[in-house]
């Protein structure tokens, strides 16, 4: 299903977990973990939406913005240290960053439009993110200063449907969705919008959230229900004991209850 009008269900990005993973040197682009392995994402509780993390195994679940507004889209810097989302808490949709623990909330980007899905480049200077402008309607992808100066940068500018970019671990290439060829397919891009190529031809489905994985090819995801439980990916080979990580049905829950 596109997603070109209102954000639907509760969005969420997710990091890499150390312990799960073989990490090579260069695989900068995803949080390895220096802080328990926590992972960010987004999730509606008594029909509020807010950034919560957890540890691997679903313990310890934290609830890190509190703002009325719909908070979601979590994806960690490379050093953990800060998480990018989205919000409207501004009246529009908006990347917005806190520190992991959720201090420190401040306003990245001021568009006026439509920006969601926040991805940090490798040395975490830069954020790609997809969206429109004012007025707009079409979908593209966008990079902007992690630290919030300077101008938006428009990456894509083709009349498709351009979305939810994730930066390659050495910070060189951008992987994105695209309908330019008719429906929604993998692409990928160099880091500054030239030379876009397509890598997936699959006409039956509408592939979703590409992401990179250390020293093996990035595997697209499919849509999902917007009610699905939390989840994670691995890479290829590694999928074994996949399992809900959030059930929570209250804020003050520390662990699920499914």
């Not at 975490?124 to 992690?146: M, Q, R, Y």
Request: hydrophobic content about 35%; glycine content about 10%; overall charge negative.
């Amino acid at each position: 299903m596109r997603r070109r009008g209102t954000l639907v269900g509760v969005v969420f990005a997710l990091i890499s977990i150390a312990g799960l993973l073989a990490w090579s040197d260069e695989a900068r682009a995803t949080y390895p973990g220096t802080n328990d392995g926590r992972i960010a994402f987004g999730m509606s509780v008594n029909g509020n939406a807010d950034v919560y993390s957890s540890l691997p195994n679903g313990n310890d679940l934290r609830r890190l913005t509190d703002d009325p507004s719909f908070d979601v889209c979590a994806a960690y810097s490379p050093d953990g240290k800060e998480i990018a989302f989205c919000s409207n808490r501004s009246g529009t949709f908006e990347i917005w960053a806190m520190k992991q623990n959720g201090t420190q909330e401040h306003q990245v980007t001021h568009t006026g439009g439509r920006m969601i899905f926040p991805d940090y480049s490798p040395d975490g200077t830069k954020i790609a993110f997809s969206g429109h402008l004012p007025g707009g309607t079409n979908e593209d992808i966008f990079v902007a200063n992690a630290d919030g100066s300077g101008p938006v940068q428009q990456l894509t500018t083709d009349p498709g449907f351009d979305a939810y970019p994730a930066f390659s671990p050495d910070g060189s290439k951008i992987a994105f969705i695209s309908d330019r060829s008719g429906v929604e397919q993998v692409w990928v891009m160099d880091a500054n919008g030239a030379n876009p190529t397509q890598l997936t031809t699959d006409l039956n489905t509408h592939d979703q959230l590409p992401d990179w994985s250390p020293g093996t090819p990035m595997a697209p995801t499919r849509p999902s229900s917007p009610s699905a439980p939390v989840t994670t990916s691995v890479p290829p080979g590694r999928r074994t004991g996949a399992r809900s990580l959030s059930c929570a049905t209250s804020a003050t829950a520390t662990a699920p209850s499914c």
